[in-house]
């Protein structure tokens, strides 16, 4: 069973950084395939940035040089970060952790393509810029 939690989230004045975690217990896989997407109210899900098996990493472009997708050095501890600096209020929303299982896809690659459809997910921790 896995099970997602982020922590981290806050009220922040614009231009300034937080730091999210996702601690992932019972993803035994060898690789990962985990990301971040948002929600804001009304709005639909949004793919923040995500982290391939193969270490590749995938950001929005609204996101692009502002945020930053790490996991912890120690692989086996299966906690991800999403470092944001440079806030801006249209950041404001609430940021979840989301993570799929590893298989082989036909044109190559482990991980589905968009993290807002991996099967699972954190409650959220909400930003508020």
């Known amino acids: 069973h896995v099970q997602l939690v982020e922590s981290g989230g806050d009220s922040v004045r614009a231009g300034g950084s937080l730091r999210l975690s996702c601690a992932a217990s019972?993803?035994?896989?060898?690789?990962?395939?985990m990301g971040w997407f948002r929600q804001a109210p009304g709005q639909e899900r949004e793919e923040v940035a995500a982290l391939d098996s193969d270490g590749s990493t995938f950001y929005a472009e609204s996101v692009k040089g502002r945020f930053t997708i790490s996991q912890d050095s120690d692989s086996a501890k299966k906690i991800l970060y999403l470092q944001m600096n440079s806030l801006k209020p249209e950041d404001t929303a609430m940021y979840y952790c989301?993570?799929?299982?590893?298989?082989?896809?036909?044109?190559?690659?482990?991980?589905?393509?968009?993290?807002?459809?991996?099967?699972?997910r954190g409650q959220g921790t909400q930003v508020t810029v």
């Open positions: 019972g993803y035994t896989y060898n690789r990962n395939c």
């Open positions: 989301a993570a799929d299982r590893p298989a082989p896809l036909p044109g190559g690659g482990w991980c589905p393509s968009l993290v807002t459809t991996y099967t699972f």
